[in-house]
């Protein structure tokens, strides 16, 4: 039984399209987040939804959209795909409010040619 | 000056040996302290989170927080091959309370040999 679930796993696209990553958790969790791992291996929180509000949104260029269509969905669409954004993209999800232990899902490896 | 500085390593220690990692953070005013494992290839998994002053011990891990230095540090006893991973030290933002902003540093690569 997966907790956090990702799909696709691997996305191989070419610059300039657009792409959609999708998450749920089944865990019963109020927050979701979105975290982008660099090849450095630097992670870092791009967004956080809170019971489908959006609570923490971080200096990311407004290509990358993300949506939670309900409190155990949350969804990462981004337009115009360029190299840079080849990376690793994780969903965790977290009981909620201020509640600390987040639970990762397995990751999307982004390739962008 | 990065909020959450780790040695990205490779750190190598024998086996059985003490494993200790380290990390230091910018904001004095932080009170919640994380260190996550990361497999290659895999998502982190949260082994530790410390709040106090002192040592807090799980099993063969003991995090270590010293609020006055900001630093924390993770000790690994008896290390097994296993625990050759990537571990990243994090800690919360504590401007947040509708959710949990936690800020990761680089990983520090940890290597046991046999």
């Known amino acids: 039984d997966t907790a956090v679930s990702q799909t696709p796993k691997y996305l191989v696209t070419q610059m300039g399209n657009d792409k959609s990553i999708k998450c749920e958790q089944n865990?019963?969790?109020?927050?979701m987040y979105w975290y982008k791992q660099d090849s450095k291996k630097f992670l870092k929180i791009m967004f956080s939804?809170?019971?489908?509000?959006?609570?923490i949104n971080e200096t990311v260029p407004n290509r990358f959209s993300p949506k939670s269509p309900d409190k155990a969905h949350l969804n990462l669409h981004i337009n115009s795909l360029e190299l840079g954004d080849s990376a690793v993209y994780f969903c965790?999800?977290?009981?909620?409010?201020?509640?600390?232990?987040?639970?990762f899902g397995p990751g999307t490896r982004l390739l962008v040619l | 000056q990065k909020e959450v500085e780790q040695n990205s390593g490779p750190l190598s220690v024998p086996e059985g040996a003490i494993a200790s990692l380290n990390c230091t953070y910018s904001?004095?005013?932080?009170?919640?302290f994380f260190w996550y494992r990361q497999y290659s290839g895999k998502s982190p998994e949260l082994i530790m989170s410390?709040?106090?002053?002192g040592d807090k011990e799980d099993g063969r891990f003991t995090a270590q927080l010293n609020k006055a230095s900001q630093y924390v540090s993770l000790l690994i006893r008896d290390s097994q091959p296993s625990d050759s991973a990537t571990y990243l030290c994090?800690?919360?933002?504590?401007?947040?309370?509708?959710?949990?902003?936690?800020?990761f540093g680089s990983g520090t690569r940890l290597s046991i040999r046999p």
């Open positions: 994090a800690v919360k933002d504590w401007r947040y309370s509708s959710a949990s902003k936690i800020i």
């Open positions: 965790a999800s977290s009981v909620g409010g201020s509640q600390e232990t987040q639970y």
């Open positions: 410390i709040y106090s002053n």
């Open positions: 865990l019963g969790h109020d927050t």
């Open positions: 939804y809170n019971n489908k509000e959006l609570i």
């Open positions: 904001d004095r005013v932080s009170q919640s």
